[in-house]
T-cell receptor
Framework: DAGVIQSPRHEVTEMGQEVTLRCKPI?????LFWYRQTMMRGLELLIY????????DSGMPEDRFSAKMPNASFSTLKIQPSEPRDSAVYFC?????????????FGQGTRLTVV | DAKTTQPNSMESNEEEPVHLPCNHS???????IHWYRQLPSQGPEYVIH???SNVNNRMASLAIAEDRKSSTLILHRATLRDAAVYYC??????????FGAGTILRVKS
């Protein structure tokens, strides 16, 4: 398997524009996570899905952020409108099952710059 | 979320063992102890996990205190490629992997 695939790897956009980040989890994994990483705040869990259903979105910073998982092989994180403070590296991760004994596999991340 | 405490940074010499400590005094009986690391410019990477017994894998060993209130990640022979941020995380059934600040490990040649 190619691992968790994120696209694009880099995104530069202007303030106010809509940004969509994409994630393809590892086939057969039923949990998917979106994280944001900045120097100031470290790695923050934004939202996670089990079996395509959002379970916990308490980390989503505000209504400008939304995430969807229309099927088991694809998820998006959308920011509309984007702001400079959204600049960060966004990671997607997947794991094969729920439970404390499960490991998560991370993608390479999308570096977002909002100017 | 159950909390862990790690030193901000540690330094090691290449080819020597490294012991990375983690305190988790509020751990519950169902929490697994997970370790991840993040190499520069990469996503986090799973290292090892355990519940009560010590664990070994090809990357590292995990030593868990008898009362489970602390654990130690052991890298048997540090290399320059092991320089990374190491995160100790308690994971309960809900599967919510929450990262703290971690320990920055520097390896000197």
């Amino acid at each position: 398997d190619a691992g968790v695939i994120q696209s694009p790897r880099h995104e530069v956009t202007e303030m106010g524009q809509e940004v969509t980040l994409r994630c393809k989890p590892i086939s057969g994994h039923n949990s998917l996570f979106w994280y944001r990483q900045t120097m100031m705040r470290g790695l923050e869990l934004l939202i996670y899905f089990n079996n395509n259903v959002p379970i916990d979105d308490s980390g989503m910073p505000e209504d400008r952020f939304s995430a969807k998982m229309p099927n088991a092989s694809f998820s998006t994180l959308k920011i509309q409108p984007s702001e400079p403070r959204d600049s960060a590296v966004y990671f997607c991760a997947s794991s094969p099952k729920t439970g404390g004994s499960t490991e998560a596999f991370f993608g390479q991340g999308t570096r977002l710059t909002v100017v | 979320d159950a909390k862990t405490t790690q030193p901000n940074s540690m330094e090691s010499n290449e080819e020597e063992p490294v012991h990375l400590p983690c305190n988790h005094s509020t751990i519950s009986g169902t929490d697994y102890i997970h370790w991840y690391r993040q190499l520069p410019s990469q996503g986090p990477e799973y290292v090892i996990h355990g519940l009560t017994s010590n664990v070994n894998n090809r990357m590292a060993s995990l030593a868990i205190a008898e009362d489970r209130k602390s654990s130690t990640l052991i890298l048997h022979r540090a290399t320059l490629r092991d320089a990374a941020v190491y995160y100790c995380i308690l994971l309960e059934y809900g599967n919510k992997l929450v990262f703290g600040a971690g320990t920055i490990l520097r390896v000197k040649s």
